[in-house]
């Protein structure tokens, strides 16, 4: 019986294209770091390459350790000084990057709404942030850490999407059977690979990320406001 939701954020709950997402982000993040002597371009290829570790992690450390070990390994064992710095950034600079947004959202009823029927509620994000970054944005669509029961970041993560493992983790963590959730995202490569863990899944193809064009109706999919009507069509438990 269905009684948890995991919801990705970016594209999902959060109303914008990734790529212009990630466009504002790097602009910002590379006005912060580049008069402190960090050449611009040297230090997204760090955090790209830094990301590609995260998402090929096979478990055997935090995305955390393995972010951080990859970043300095081309940038430097000096730049393990900027963990702080960016957790700085994070909290501040970092949400001028909600301007990328197509439209205003708030999500706070609709997880409110879920939560007063006794659903379990998972924030999962591809956890290559900090836990200060979800934070930032989850902040513009009205929610917090406190509405989920667990939110996925660098920090608490081993495995990350596609990696069906990244939700078999989840499981284990909140005590839940796969055949008790139900995962929403937009992505079907990284959100739909729940299916290969056991999760129910919905696509929201609004924002869709579909790099590969792989056919959407193999997947129970439809709008953010058609996922809404099924959510909200859940019965109390």
């Given at each position: 019986m269905l009684d948890t939701i995991l919801f990705d954020l970016d594209g999902t709950l959060i109303p914008f294209l990734q790529d212009e997402f990630i466009h504002?982000?790097?602009?910002?993040?590379?006005?912060?770091?580049t008069p402190m002597g960090y050449d611009g371009e040297k230090l997204i290829h760090a955090l790209w390459a830094g990301v590609d570790a995260m998402i090929r992690n096979d478990g055997a450390a935090t995305n955390r350790q393995?972010?951080?070990?990859?970043?300095?390994g081309k940038l430097g064992i000096q730049a393990l000084a900027l963990e702080s710095v960016l957790d700085d950034f994070y909290a501040r600079e970092f949400d001028a990057a909600r301007s990328v947004l197509r439209e205003d959202a708030d999500r706070s009823g609709l997880i409110r709404s879920l939560r007063e029927k006794g659903y379990g509620l998972v924030l999962a994000t591809n956890p290559v942030f900090p836990a200060v970054a979800v934070e930032t944005r989850m902040h513009?669509?009205?929610?917090a850490a406190s509405d989920f029961d667990h939110v996925t970041t660098y920090e608490n993560c081993r495995r990350?999407?596609?990696?069906?493992?990244?939700?078999?983790?989840i499981l284990a963590l909140i005590g839940k059977l796969p055949g008790?959730?139900?995962m929403v995202g937009n992505n079907p490569v990284d959100d739909m690979s729940a299916r290969e863990a056991g999760l129910d899944v919905f696509l929201?193809?609004?924002?869709?990320?579909n790099a590969k064009g792989l056919p959407v109706d193999r997947w129970p999919h439809g709008s953010f406001r058609e996922l809404?009507?099924?959510?909200t069509e859940l019965p109390e438990l």
């Open positions: 504002t982000y790097f602009k910002l993040l590379v006005r912060r770091l393995l972010f951080w070990n990859v970043f300095t513009w669509v009205g929610l990350s999407k596609p990696n069906p493992g990244y939700y078999q983790d008790q959730c139900l929201v193809t609004d924002y869709l990320e809404e009507k099924v959510l």
